[in-house]
């Protein structure tokens, strides 16, 4: 069944009275246009009014004082304002610093007459030719969400039947719904029966004729108290010290609105946040019931406890808090990433990723090669890992997938791992456990091609663009006329191989050459460190 803000049900049950209005303004019925508002007011001994008209500016405190008067009985003061057909927006005060401001949110008011009573403001039709004689009542005081609120009208007291009865709404600023569009009232009665699913200004607007053209209109807001939580108790309280499992459960709310069959069931649906103040880190545990978690902290400090929740009609509250932790930071020990004679390949990608390999030259796995495993708690950066025994080859050659057909392999070249712990993601390879002398580059000094290119791949980075870059002349030693360096950053060294720019290639017969830091000699295939 979908939900509606609003589940009215027509009924017959007993109703109560109204709370602070937000808003006022007319709708339906016969209604003589003006452009002022008045008020009849029972409330404060000798009160003042204090307003603005549309966007100008306040009156001057106190404002003015209210006029004695006798012209709706029970109301024993009057306040007439001409806004121009502007809103008026006003509070009331007793001229001696006692206010009333709806909670500070003032009283709104479009041209016409209104009756004003603790908190409770309702128009009325200011003429009575043509017009029904009936009252408008309404049940519930304070108004809050998840409970019934009832309209009536316990007879009409002249006309002639039948009677009919218009009912629209409009909650919290949302789309007008008209309810009921001339509903026949086969007594002389009438009675409806809302459900208040938020918090919030509802509008209720009524208007009623009888058969020989007798109209009455009638319209009220009430502010409806929403879904609140009101505290989060812990076990243990506030303060703890560092290590001390911290239990969230059953904290204090109102207004909630529950029923059967939603995907939390009944109960609201929660999300913790605690964020240590001092290094912004947070932890979250989302979608929890009765707002139920434990929590370990590790660091001292001031953390800031936030808590939203979600009941069933849609209703969000948040809670704040501050809690204390004290004592000695609790320092976890770093996992061992590094496995002797293997490459451990730390990834973030794909979820659930797989890996593909083949070890130096031998098969490769089955596709889509071996589940990785989750290890985003042990190097910053990285979700999973796969630890790959090179049993005694150089490298390993990997690509990736998520096992449903997508593959990340380096547009077909793949990737090429040595011994070692590598981060990788997004096609870019990191040194987990990089080994950086002071001077951390290999030199060549060459022999052979009259205009060579080095074409080169430092550890697990990418080749250059063929051909490669072209060598430097060189003439520090003799018989060797070109040079380049290589920056080899954090990586360990670089695979090699030459061309002449046009066709001709020395690659080692396709195994490339292998340079450590350091500087060498080529000639013809043989390398030679150089003794400086």
């Given at each position: 069944?979908k939900?509606?803000?609003?589940?009215?049900?027509?009924?017959?049950?007993?109703?109560?009275?109204?709370?602070?209005?937000?808003?006022?303004?007319f709708a339906?019925?016969?209604?003589?246009?003006?452009?002022?508002?008045?008020?009849?007011?029972?409330?404060?001994d000798?009160?003042?009014?204090?307003?603005?008209?549309?966007?100008?500016?306040?009156?001057?405190?106190?404002?003015?004082?209210?006029?004695?008067?006798?012209?709706?009985?029970?109301?024993?003061?009057?306040?007439?304002?001409?806004?121009?057909?502007?809103?008026?927006?006003?509070?009331?005060?007793?001229?001696?610093?006692?206010?009333?401001?709806?909670?500070?949110?003032?009283?709104?008011?479009?041209?016409?007459?209104?009756?004003?009573?603790?908190?409770?403001?309702?128009?009325?039709?200011?003429?009575?030719?043509?017009?029904?004689?009936?009252?408008?009542?309404?049940?519930?005081?304070?108004?809050?969400?998840?409970?019934l609120?009832?309209?009536?009208?316990?007879?009409?007291?002249?006309?002639?039947?039948?009677?009919?009865?218009?009912?629209?709404?409009?909650?919290?600023?949302?789309?007008?719904?008209?309810?009921?569009?001339?509903?026949?009232?086969?007594?002389?009665?009438?009675?409806?029966?809302?459900?208040?699913?938020?918090?919030?200004?509802?509008?209720?607007?009524?208007?009623?004729?009888?058969?020989?053209?007798?109209?009455?209109?009638?319209?009220?807001?009430?502010?409806?108290?929403g879904?609140?939580?009101?505290?989060?108790?812990?076990?243990?309280?506030?303060?703890?010290?560092?290590?001390?499992?911290?239990?969230?459960?059953?904290?204090?709310?109102?207004?909630?609105?529950?029923?059967?069959?939603?995907?939390?069931?009944?109960?609201?649906?929660?999300?913790?946040?605690?964020?240590?103040?001092?290094?912004?880190?947070?932890?979250?545990?989302?979608?929890?019931?009765?707002?139920?978690?434990?929590?370990?902290?590790?660091?001292?400090?001031?953390?800031?406890?936030?808590?939203?929740?979600?009941?069933?009609?849609?209703?969000?509250?948040?809670?704040?808090?501050?809690?204390?932790?004290?004592?000695?930071?609790?320092?976890?020990?770093?996992p061992?990433?590094?496995?002797?004679?293997?490459?451990?390949?730390?990834?973030?990608?794909?979820?659930?990723p797989?890996?593909?390999?083949?070890?130096?030259?031998?098969?490769?796995?089955?596709?889509?090669?071996?589940?990785?495993?989750?290890?985003?708690?042990?190097?910053?950066?990285?979700?999973?890992?796969?630890?790959?025994?090179?049993?005694?080859?150089?490298?390993?050659?990997?690509?990736?997938?998520?096992?449903?057909?997508?593959?990340?392999?380096?547009?077909?070249?793949?990737?090429?791992?040595?011994?070692g712990?590598?981060?990788?993601?997004?096609?870019?390879?990191?040194?987990?456990?990089?080994?950086?002398?002071?001077?951390?580059?290999?030199?060549?000094?060459?022999?052979?091609?009259?205009?060579?290119?080095?074409?080169?791949?430092?550890?697990?980075?990418?080749?250059?663009?063929?051909?490669?870059?072209?060598?430097?002349?060189?003439?520090?030693?003799?018989?060797?006329?070109?040079?380049?360096?290589?920056?080899?950053?954090?990586?360990?060294?670089?695979s090699?191989?030459?061309?002449d720019?046009?066709?001709?290639?020395?690659?080692?017969?396709?195994?490339?050459?292998?340079f450590?830091?350091?500087?060498?000699?080529?000639?013809?295939?043989?390398?030679?460190?150089?003794?400086?």
């Amino acid at each position: 069944m979908k939900k509606r803000n609003l589940v009215i049900i027509f009924s017959c049950l007993f109703l109560a009275c109204i709370t602070c209005v937000s808003i006022i303004s007319f709708a339906g019925g016969t209604k003589m246009p003006t452009d002022s508002v008045t008020i009849y007011y029972k409330g404060y001994d000798n009160p003042y009014i204090h307003y603005k008209i549309g966007d100008g500016d306040w009156t001057k405190v106190p404002g003015y004082a209210l006029t004695k008067s006798s012209t709706m009985k029970g109301y024993p003061y009057i306040a007439k304002i001409d806004t121009k057909g502007e809103p008026l927006t006003c509070c009331f005060n007793d001229g001696n610093g006692t206010w009333d401001s709806c909670n500070g949110a003032n009283y709104t008011l479009m041209p016409g007459t209104y009756t004003y009573s603790t908190g409770v403001i309702t128009e009325v039709d200011a003429t009575n030719e043509n017009t029904l004689d009936c009252t408008v009542k309404t049940s519930g005081d304070p108004r809050k969400a998840a409970e019934l609120i009832r309209v009536y009208i316990n007879k009409f007291n002249n006309g002639k039947a039948p009677y009919y009865v218009s009912l629209s709404y409009q909650f919290d600023g949302e789309e007008v719904v008209t309810y009921k569009n001339n509903e026949e009232c086969k007594y002389n009665d009438f009675s409806t029966t809302f459900m208040l699913t938020k918090g919030g200004p509802l509008n209720i607007w009524l208007s009623a004729h009888d058969s020989t053209g007798l109209t009455y209109t009638w319209h009220q807001v009430v502010n409806v108290e929403g879904f609140a939580i009101l505290g989060v108790p812990t076990t243990p309280a506030s303060p703890v010290t560092t290590g001390t499992e911290v239990n969230f459960s059953n904290c204090q709310i109102t207004n909630v609105g529950v029923g059967f069959g939603a995907e939390y069931g009944s109960y609201p649906k929660y999300t913790i946040d605690i964020t240590n103040m001092q290094t912004n880190e947070t932890v979250s545990y989302p979608h929890t019931y009765y707002q139920r978690a434990s929590w370990t902290p590790k660091k001292a400090g001031t953390y800031a406890i936030h808590v939203s929740a979600v009941d069933y009609y849609g209703q969000v509250a948040t809670h704040d808090s501050t809690f204390v932790v004290t004592g000695e930071d609790i320092v976890d020990p770093k996992p061992q990433i590094y496995t002797e004679g293997a490459s451990t390949i730390y990834y973030k990608g794909f979820d659930k990723p797989y890996i593909h390999y083949k070890i130096g030259d031998g098969d490769w796995s089955t596709v889509p090669g071996i589940p990785m495993t989750a290890a985003k708690d042990e190097v910053e950066g990285y979700d999973y890992k796969a630890v790959l025994p090179l049993s005694g080859a150089k490298n390993v050659t990997v690509c990736f997938n998520d096992g449903k057909g997508n593959w990340d392999s380096n547009n077909g070249e793949n990737y090429t791992f040595k011994e070692g712990a590598w981060g990788f993601t997004s096609g870019k390879t990191t040194n987990l456990r990089p080994k950086t002398p002071t001077n951390n580059k290999v030199t060549i000094y060459y022999t052979g091609y009259i205009t060579p290119n080095i074409h080169y791949c430092i550890d697990n980075d990418n080749w250059t663009k063929a051909p490669g870059i072209p060598m430097n002349s060189s003439t520090k030693y003799e018989g060797f006329d070109k040079e380049y360096t290589i920056d080899l950053g954090d990586a360990e060294g670089v695979s090699v191989c030459f061309n002449d720019g046009h066709s001709s290639w020395d690659s080692n017969y396709g195994k490339n050459y292998y340079f450590t830091a350091g500087s060498y000699y080529y000639s013809g295939g043989q390398i030679t460190p150089v003794e400086e």
